[in-house]
């Protein structure tokens, strides 16, 4: 993470940061299947979250 966040104001923007930082963390060992519990104190929502791999289709990215 960097000292400075990006403001995010839509679902696109939300899927391209998931995406860098699952990325990130793929490419130095992290497994990133699974699930987390995301606690965010008292002004915030909790959530869980949970990552799957899939398998890609012939014309995937």
């Known amino acids: 993470m960097t000292t400075?966040?990006?403001a995010l104001t839509s679902r696109e923007e939300l899927n391209t940061e998931l995406k860098a930082?699952?990325?990130r963390a793929y490419t130095?060992?992290?497994d990133v299947e699974g699930g987390w519990n995301?606690?965010?104190g008292?002004?915030?929502p909790d959530w869980d979250v949970?990552?799957?791999e899939v398998?890609?289709?012939e014309?995937?990215?």
């Open 28 to 30: 130095n060992g992290v």
């Open 42 to 44: 008292a002004d915030h």
């Open 38 to 40: 995301c606690r965010n």
């Open 4 to 6: 400075e966040e990006t």
């Open 59 to 61: 014309g995937s990215e």
């Open 55 to 57: 398998r890609k289709n």
């Open 21 to 23: 930082l699952l990325r």
């Open 50 to 52: 949970i990552v799957t």
